[in-house]
């Protein structure tokens, strides 16, 4: 295959816009692209908005990539007024970088951010593309029926105006977008999933009693884990519901349930936790770090949430070989795989346990499963890491935004 010269290919600036660096995958996910195209050929700066009290931030993580966001202080999750300013400030940004391309992430950023691009493309007759990322949605779970409706009106109106290409992270995300909600023409969507760095993921079994001694753990005893923010959408308090029912279970054995995160609902679950009578199973370990090293001390991972785009929680999980059970929403669905065995409650999937969404007795029934079935743990958690690793690398994302940059540039 004939290769370009590498002196002929055209530089490539892109500005990348984010609403929040919060805990979780979007702000890694920007973060990685960032340092990744800061080369020869690419240029990117990334403009984020402030992360709201109580939430955590995850600026540090920018820091110690080498990522220096410009900070756009008025940009917020819910709409205000305020949203004014901040389509001016990058406005003006975009006036002084004089992008090839406008990659906007989450919601806010992607609506605040393509009006900018188009404002920008229309009003300087500038050759820009404009591509937006759904890493989740809001078009259920979120908010009530006349707000998401309002979502809804703004997402298929910026598709069809103001974006270049749509890009989602798995199949599942783009069948519930575009074919279930109707946003965007089919000819707009890429597919690309999401990366992660696998190799601080390597050798897990050698870390894998750090997190077991904090939490005074045996050997033999396993250890249920949810990670994610404390949100609505997350749903804890399913998992709650989910210790309870295991606890009312007759001659099952005894888990440590732990909960791995932080938000404004922290509060309401401890206080929710002490009222169901399941505070002494339940450990709130907070925000951590070092996913590294909890994830190696769990046995199984739980996912609880009413809403995903392709949960980073999962695919961690994965990437260490344990066992997942979740409900069957969003990207979960591609992430598991087909089912092989249907119960009557709960889904044996390739590469983890389903259950429907809201669902506590299936979740607890699918849970009960995995734990009586060490050897069915071992081969799921085993599956979930092959695909891992031949589907979520980092370097793969990489290319596949790079390479979608070059066709979009050189169309």
Same mark, same amino acid.
């Given at each position: 295959?004939?290769?370009?010269p590498?002196?002929?290919?055209?530089?490539?600036?892109?500005?990348?816009? @984010?609403a929040?660096?919060?805990?979780?995958?979007?702000?890694?996910h920007v973060v990685?692209?960032?340092?990744?195209?800061?080369?020869?050929?690419?240029?990117t700066a990334?403009? *984020?908005?402030r992360v709201?009290?109580?939430?955590e931030?995850?600026?540090?993580? $920018?820091?110690e990539? $080498?990522? *220096?966001?410009?900070y756009?202080?008025?940009?917020?999750?819910?709409?205000?007024?305020?949203d004014?300013?901040?389509?001016?400030?990058?406005y003006r940004?975009?006036?002084? !970088?004089k992008?090839?391309?406008?990659?906007?992430?989450t +919601?806010? +950023?992607?609506?605040?951010?393509?009006v900018?691009?188009?404002?920008?493309?229309?009003?300087?007759?500038?050759n820009?593309?404009i591509i937006?990322?759904?890493h989740?949605?809001?078009f259920?779970s979120?908010?009530?029926n006349?707000?998401?409706?309002i979502f809804?009106?703004?997402?298929?109106?910026? =598709?069809?105006v103001a974006?270049?290409?749509?890009i989602v @992270?798995?199949?599942?995300?783009?069948? !519930?977008i575009?074919e279930?909600f109707?946003?965007?023409?089919?000819?707009?969507? =890429?597919i690309?999933p999401?990366g992660i760095?696998l190799? $601080?993921? =390597?050798?897990?079994?050698?870390?894998?009693n750090?997190?077991?001694?904090e939490?005074g $753990?045996?050997d033999?005893?396993i250890?249920?884990?949810?990670?994610?923010?404390?949100?609505e959408?997350?749903?804890?308090s399913?998992?709650?519901?989910?210790?309870?029912?295991?606890?009312?279970?007759?001659?099952?054995p005894?888990l440590?349930? @732990?909960i791995?995160?932080?938000?404004?609902?922290?509060?309401?679950? !401890?206080a929710?936790?002490?009222?169901r009578?399941?505070k002494?199973?339940?450990i709130f370990l907070?925000n951590?770090?070092d996913a590294?090293?909890?994830? *190696?001390?769990?046995?199984?991972?739980?996912?609880t949430?009413?809403?995903e785009?392709t949960?980073?929680?999962l695919?961690e999980a994965?990437?260490?070989?344990? =066992?997942?059970v979740?409900?069957?929403?969003?990207?979960?669905?591609?992430?598991l795989?087909?089912v092989e065995?249907?119960?009557?409650?709960?889904q044996?999937? !390739?590469?983890g346990?389903s259950?429907?969404?809201?669902?506590a007795?299936g979740f607890?029934?699918?849970?009960?499963?995995?734990?009586?079935n060490a050897?069915?743990r071992?081969?799921?958690?085993?599956?979930?890491?092959?695909?891992?690793?031949a589907n979520?690398?980092k370097?793969?994302?990489?290319n596949d @935004?790079?390479?979608?940059?070059r066709a979009?540039?050189?169309?």
């Amino acid at each position: 295959m004939r290769t370009e010269p590498q002196s002929t290919i055209r530089n490539i600036k892109i500005v990348r816009i @984010i609403a929040r660096l919060n805990v979780g995958g979007p702000a890694r996910h920007v973060v990685w692209l960032t340092t990744a195209l800061q080369t020869s050929q690419y240029q990117t700066a990334l403009l *984020a908005g402030r992360v709201p009290e109580g939430e955590e931030d995850m600026s540090y993580f $920018a820091a110690e990539n $080498a990522v *220096a966001p410009v900070y756009i202080e008025q940009m917020s999750r819910e709409l205000s007024p305020k949203d004014i300013v901040s389509l001016w400030k990058i406005y003006r940004q975009l006036q002084r !970088e004089k992008p090839d391309i406008i990659h906007t992430h989450t +919601a806010k +950023a992607g609506t605040v951010g393509r009006v900018a691009g188009f404002l920008y493309r229309w009003l300087g007759w500038k050759n820009v593309k404009i591509i937006h990322t759904f890493h989740g949605h809001i078009f259920h779970s979120y908010y009530g029926n006349l707000k998401t409706k309002i979502f809804l009106i703004i997402e298929k109106t910026l =598709a069809r105006v103001a974006t270049d290409k749509i890009i989602v @992270i798995s199949r599942q995300q783009f069948q !519930e977008i575009h074919e279930q909600f109707g946003v965007g023409n089919k000819e707009q969507f =890429a597919i690309v999933p999401l990366g992660i760095d696998l190799e $601080a993921f =390597a050798g897990w079994r050698g870390r894998r009693n750090v997190l077991r001694e904090e939490v005074g $753990a045996a050997d033999d005893e396993i250890l249920v884990g949810l990670v994610g923010r404390l949100t609505e959408v997350k749903n804890h308090s399913l998992f709650l519901e989910v210790v309870k029912l295991w606890q009312e279970k007759p001659k099952v054995p005894k888990l440590k349930f @732990i909960i791995v995160g932080d938000g404004h609902l922290r509060e309401m679950l !401890e206080a929710e936790a002490e009222t169901r009578g399941v505070k002494n199973s339940v450990i709130f370990l907070g925000n951590r770090n070092d996913a590294d090293v909890f994830y *190696a001390g769990l046995d199984i991972i739980a996912l609880t949430s009413l809403n995903e785009g392709t949960p980073l929680s999962l695919i961690e999980a994965m990437a260490n070989e344990k =066992a997942v059970v979740s409900t069957a929403v969003g990207g979960v669905i591609d992430l598991l795989g087909k089912v092989e065995e249907r119960q009557p409650r709960f889904q044996i999937c !390739e590469r983890g346990i389903s259950t429907a969404s809201g669902d506590a007795e299936g979740f607890c029934d699918g849970l009960q499963y995995l734990v009586n079935n060490a050897e069915r743990r071992e081969t799921i958690g085993r599956r979930g890491r092959e695909f891992v690793e031949a589907n979520y690398g980092k370097s793969r994302l990489v290319n596949d @935004i790079k390479n979608l940059y070059r066709a979009l540039t050189e169309s």
